[in-house]
């Protein structure tokens, strides 16, 4: 008992002093792997799961994490809601995701939120709710079943590229600051490829829109996200060059 006590002291302490993190909501099924991928890459995130047995779980796999219903605005500002890079709302039902984000939304309008949705019916209720992205696992799954007996080297291909245990390969989203030389000049003015080693898949503009396989002549722009494919070290150095 005094353990459990001292441990939720210290987790309580160490949440308080996060920030740039992701918020999970739910640690079953879904938020468990979410979890696992989080930390193979290095990421911050804090956990709250309203069950204390999958709560405790997740502490004494070394994670932080609150017992506590996600869609209480106190709870939500307990795990740094208005310091966290983001938001998962993953928890038992549609009704309790729809609630998180919409409470979720409510103190952060400016926060980055998916959410997991099991019925059609229910994405549509997520996005008003406020979700930016809204992901059917089971409909994911299908589809991805469909592409493997379709397409096996394209899902091969894809998996290897965006897998966090791949060391040889990645592809990432790079986003562009105002003040980086990269922004004005067109991508064969800015000699990634050449200088980084690197290869731009696509650029997605403020607007949202996605230009695929853009053109050497196409314009880098302040706050485009450059999605890029290479080996993870280049990927660190175009990171560095796109912030500064």
């Known amino acids: 008992m005094v353990r459990k006590h001292l441990q939720k002291r210290r987790q309580r302490h160490m949440i308080e002093r996060i920030s740039d993190h992701f918020i999970v909501c739910g640690y079953g099924r879904i938020g468990s792997i979410i979890g696992r991928e989080f930390e193979h890459q290095g990421l911050a995130f804090v956990v709250i799961e309203r069950d204390p047995i999958r709560g405790q779980h997740a502490m004494d796999n070394g994670l932080l994490a609150i017992v506590a219903d996600a869609s209480r605005e106190d709870i939500l500002k307990q795990a740094g809601i208005d310091r966290a890079r983001g938001l998962i709302a993953a928890v038992g039902t549609d009704a309790e995701n729809v609630y998180a984000v919409l409470s979720a939304r ?54 290897l590229a965006t897998s966090s245990e791949n060391l040889e390969l990645s592809m990432e989203e790079i986003t562009v600051a105002s003040s980086s030389t990269l922004a004005g000049q067109s991508i064969l003015d800015a000699n990634l490829r050449q200088r980084f080693g690197i290869i731009v898949v696509a650029i997605q503009r403020q607007d949202h829109r996605m230009e695929f396989n853009p053109e050497p002549d196409m314009a880098i722009r302040a706050g485009d996200k450059l999605v890029v494919l290479g080996r993870p070290h280049s990927l660190k150095r175009l990171e560095v060059e796109a912030a500064s």
């Open 106 to 159: 409510v103190l952060r309008p400016d926060l980055f939120i998916v959410a997991r949705a099991e019925g059609e019916d229910s994405i549509a209720k997520l996005r008003r709710a406020g979700a930016n992205r809204v992901i059917s696992p089971y409909q994911i799954g299908a589809v991805q079943i469909a592409q493997t007996a379709i397409r096996p080297a394209v899902v091969d291909f894809v998996e």
